[in-house]
């Protein structure tokens, strides 16, 4: 099993980001090897944490080269 994770300081998000967030999800469910999805927040609310789980690395690769989460990650 991979898995990709993303820690992140969470603030006040647009519609583009939600827009990329929910292209992002439906992306990630597409691909064969996905396996699933948890987020995380800390207790204090000033970490969250998403982590995407695959059963192979090839279809983690195609994850992190789909165009609008390299738009994300640039972005936000």
Known sequence: MWL???M???G???A???RLNDA???FAESLEGFV???????PDGK????????RD???LGEFSRFPEHLVAKKNY
């Open 36 to 42: 699933g999805a948890e987020r995380w927040l800390s």
């Open 24 to 26: 992002i999800d439906a």
């Open 8 to 10: 992140f300081t969470p």
């Open 57 to 59: 690395r090839q279809s």
């Open 4 to 6: 990709a994770q993303f």
């Open 47 to 54: 970490t969250q944490n998403s982590i995407y789980y695959w």
């Open 16 to 18: 583009e980001f939600h």
């Open 12 to 14: 006040d998000y647009d």
